[in-house]
């Protein structure tokens, strides 16, 4: 008979671990998606010589392990005197991070999109601004997408790093249970399948969205 | 070389002669080293000439297929005039309406571009070149790419728009269509004009034996 120490309350304890992973991953995704659109669409457009500097910071962001960053990050903060709170360097550090993998996904979105399409377009009158809006990143869109999504997921599961700055994400919640209840196969197999179960959505809305666009081609 | 309100005037030539890239120069999509090219006065190569103004005038086809494909035949043809022209949006589906209508894809208006033939693309971006009620229409060798049962239709619409007395400056191999409905044909070669005169001069009578040999071949 199966039997277990896990009580309705330690299941609570980890939807709460849960919930700040996702915070993280949401706030992360959605200024490192923003970020990462802005220097994607200005590497495919300016020459290589004026991108020199953010490329650089770009790639040290990719470069060097996010635990690395995350723990200078806070130690600099806190020696700069800026007093923030571990979950405010998490969501700042890893916003940096999804910005530099997501430049890249964004300019070669926009570098598919066929050069004389673009050019229909501003032959037709349209601003740069206009032509980027209604039809290069529509374009590039679909062809990101897969990429993009794998990225989500990515920090998702990177986000478990921040435990290291003490924030208690559903990995960290995991391990407090294990310590405590000494089941560690049981837990880790049941925090495996909340990871599942919260990253299965975006997963699939990636294959809705690429179903809908395929039914128009 | 000088066009006039109303006239249609093809250009011929091999290939790299310079055709397609004046006609890309007209609308300063391609910068220039030397000389100058004005429409209705403006000079195009002007470091203050406003291009997407320009570009409201003067409509350009080119030869490969360039439409939208995530929007529908409609959207396609709406999307310049509601967005650069601020038309609103039923202003702006009456006139796509006609356009596509008039070349003859007034039934294809839901349909996305994927699912149109090559002619048919080519006529959705004469209507949507047309939507923006340009002064002037370029035609970079609108049916080269085309399968040869195709280029009838097209070049029908080319007709059709030239008799309607629109300004037209046509990049073309169809001799037989530039023979027909051009007020003046340019021999390209090299770069220059080598040759510039009415149908008749061109055709019948060139002047210059380079202009002859390459009729020859390309007829």
Redesign the interface.
Known sequence: MFHTALTLNDLLFLAKGAGVTLAITAIAVLFGTVLGTVFGALKAQASALAMAPLTFVLDVLRSVPLLIQLILANAFQSIAGLGWSPFIVACVMLSLYTSAYCTEIVRGGIEAV?A??R?????????WG?DMA??TL??AL?VALPGWIGLTLGVMKDTALVLWLGIIELLRSSQILVTRLQEPLFILILVGAIYFLISFPIARLGGRLEQR?RE?? | MSVNKGEVVTIIGGSGSGKSTLLTCINGLEPIQGGKITVDGTVVHHPETDLNKLRQKIGIVFQQFNAFPHLTVLENVTLAPRKVLGMARDKADEIAIKQLSHVGLGDKLSVYPSRLSGGQQQRMAIARALAMSPDYMLFDEVTSALDPQLVGEVLDTLRLLAAEGMTMICVTHEMRFAREVSDRVAFFKDGHIHEIGTPAQIFEQPEKPETAAFLKVAH
């Not at chain 1, 050019?119 to 601003?127: F, I, K, P, Q």
């Open positions: 066929p004389v399409t050019r229909a377009a501003r032959s037709l009158g349209m601003t206009q209604n039809v529509p374009m679909r666009w128009n081609d």
